[in-house]
């Protein structure tokens, strides 16, 4: 499907180029090889045929080349001229560029299945502050729930309520943009739960720390370890050191993302082949006309002569050049 589009903006692309740079007219003479007055051929083809050596030109279709190479590159120009050198670069060039884009594509497939893995496609055993163990997921939905559902508990005045907490259920592409894009889906990573929001008593409470606290306009800048001395200190959601699990995960989308982005560069890259190819065509096969002459094929004739008045078969030779 996304061949198919590129190929339509090739198509569309040229013939915004060639409605630009020439009238109609001027076109269909320059690409097509129409001549402009039909007087000055009927007076050409008359003094080639009344030449020695008899003229034929093999006239190529332009138009058709264009669409060949747009289509395939390098085509029209085999279909022009196969002996060009642009019959040759453009297939190559489409080659590599197509390889390129399926290479990166595959890179970033893969990188998107290990942050996936990782963010809860795997258990792991994590030992937390107090220093025991758990076998957990690195993100849990339910962890998220928990600690969300005691925020939107603090202020009924405030923007944090229901509709301001909207994590996928599934395991969709937005869950996993979400978990890593957004502050405050940030409590269902494990290493932020077990650190922010449970007491001593393993009970969820955390500690958060609003700007404008209690008003309308309260706004959530982070949070306090909970039944900590340190009363001053505010871990922001955007520190690394509040959860390095999602800092982790943040920094291997971004390397998927990368190999993206160089898949999507060699897509473009094939748009410009296809349109530099078809344009390449259209002046391969104007030269063709202009500049390549054709042979015809030797004919052998049988015919009657007369020499010293005697009828005699006779086998002769034609050979138009």
């Known amino acids: 499907m996304k061949k198919f589009f590129l190929l339509c903006l090739i198509i569309i692309i040229a013939q915004m180029l060639f409605s630009q740079a020439k009238s109609s007219s001027d076109i269909d003479q ?20 009344n030449d020695l050596i008899k003229v034929n030109y093999a006239k190529k279709d332009a138009k058709l080349a264009m669409l060949m190479s747009m289509v395939l590159p390098g085509a029209g120009q085999f279909y022009a001229d ?37 963010a809860n496609g795997e258990t792991i055993v994590y030992t937390k502050p107090d220093g025991s163990t758990i076998s957990s997921t690195r993100y849990r939905r339910d962890y998220q729930s928990n600690v969300q559902s005691f925020m939107i508990g603090i202020n009924a005045t405030d923007i944090y309520e229901p ?25 269902g990573w494990i290493d932020w739960y077990y650190r922010f929001a449970l007491d001593s008593n393993g009970v969820v409470a ?11 306009n309260a ?58 190819s078809g344009i390449d065509a259209v002046r391969l096969t104007h030269k063709v006309n202009r500049l390549s002459l054709s042979q015809a094929a030797p004919q052998l004739n049988i015919y009657a002569a007369m020499p010293d008045g005697n009828i005699t078969p006779m086998l002769g030779v034609k050979w138009e050049f």
């Not at 129409?34 to 050409?44: E, Y």
């Not at 297939?91 to 290479?103: C, D, K, M």
């Not at 955390?206 to 309308?216: D, L, T, W």
């Not at 200190?233 to 989308?253: A, G, H, L, V």
């Open 30 to 49: 320059w690409l097509f090889e129409q001549p402009a007055d039909g007087n000055q051929a009927v007076k050409r083809d008359s003094v080639l045929t």
């Open 82 to 118: 196969k002996s060009s050198i642009t019959t040759y670069i453009f297939p190559v060039l489409e080659v590599a560029f197509l390889g390129g884009w399926l290479y990166y594509d595959q890179q970033g497939k893969k990188k998107t299945d290990e942050y996936e893995k990782y």
């Open 163 to 187: 509709s301001y907490f909207r994590l996928d259920n599934t395991n969709t592409q937005h869950f996993y943009e979400d978990i890593g894009k957004y502050g405050h889906y940030t409590f």
């Open 206 to 216: 955390p500690v958060f720390v609003f700007e404008n606290a209690g008003s309308a």
């Open 219 to 276: 706004m959530w800048i982070g949070n306090r370890i909970p039944g900590s001395a340190d009363n001053s200190t505010t871990y922001k959601p955007d520190f690394q050191s509040t959860s390095p699990m999602r800092y982790k995960y943040i920094d291997m989308r971004n390397d998927a993302k990368a190999e993206y982005s160089k898949s999507r560069f060699f897509t473009f890259a094939i748009a410009f082949n296809h349109l530099a």
